[in-house]
């Protein structure tokens, strides 16, 4: 998540160098991903990177919350549930804020 957030705020202030660190972070993360996580985080990330790949569209921010959703189920959290709502406005912001 790291990775994402800073390779998003890097594009959003033009930061090329920026942009290459957190490039270099993100797939390191992926590939983390695919070595230790759960089957189900694996297909969700894969969703999120095919499909999107940025938070462009109503439909990218949804996909990027099922995918923190699936991998909070499978991660420490096991069954304590959060709303999509809830993770949405937290990792993306409000509605006003979103999308931007």
Same mark, same amino acid.
């Given at each position: 998540?790291?990775?994402?957030?800073? &390779?998003?705020?890097?594009?959003?202030? /033009?930061?090329?160098?920026?942009?290459? =660190?957190?490039?270099?972070?993100?797939?390191?993360? /992926?590939?983390?991903?695919?070595?230790?996580?759960?089957?189900?985080?694996? =297909?969700?990330?894969? $969703?999120?990177?095919?499909?999107?790949?940025?938070?462009?569209?109503? =439909?990218?921010?949804?996909?990027?919350?099922?995918?923190? /959703?699936?991998?909070?189920? $499978?991660?420490?959290?096991?069954? /304590?549930?959060?709303?999509? =709502?809830?993770?949405?406005?937290? &990792?993306?912001?409000?509605?006003?804020?979103?999308?931007?």
């Amino acid at each position: 998540m790291k990775a994402m957030s800073g &390779l998003a705020i890097a594009r959003r202030v /033009k930061s090329q160098e920026k942009e290459v =660190e957190f490039l270099i972070m993100l797939a390191d993360s /992926k590939a983390r991903t695919i070595m230790y996580g759960d089957p189900a985080v694996i =297909e969700r990330m894969a $969703h999120f990177f095919d499909q999107y790949g940025a938070l462009n569209s109503p =439909e990218a921010a949804a996909a990027l919350t099922e995918m923190v /959703k699936t991998m909070r189920l $499978h991660g420490g959290a096991g069954s /304590k549930q959060v709303s999509s =709502e809830a993770i949405a406005r937290l &990792l993306i912001g409000s509605k006003d804020e979103s999308l931007r």
